[in-house]
């Protein structure tokens, strides 16, 4: 059992950051680059209307 744990956090997270957190600020990373996305395709297409 303590092998199926121990694979889990062994990703070398900085001193610190629980993987909670750093799957937070990915969340936020992804949703802000999502936005962007979204943002420059209706900006392209309303220009292109």
Do not use: C, H, R, W
């Amino acid at each position: 059992m303590s092998e199926e744990n121990g694979d889990l956090y062994d990703d070398g997270l900085p001193e610190g950051e629980t993987p909670e957190e750093d799957g937070l600020v990915l969340k936020f990373i992804i949703a802000a680059v999502l936005l962007i996305l979204v943002y420059a395709v209706a900006t392209i297409l309303l220009a292109a209307a």
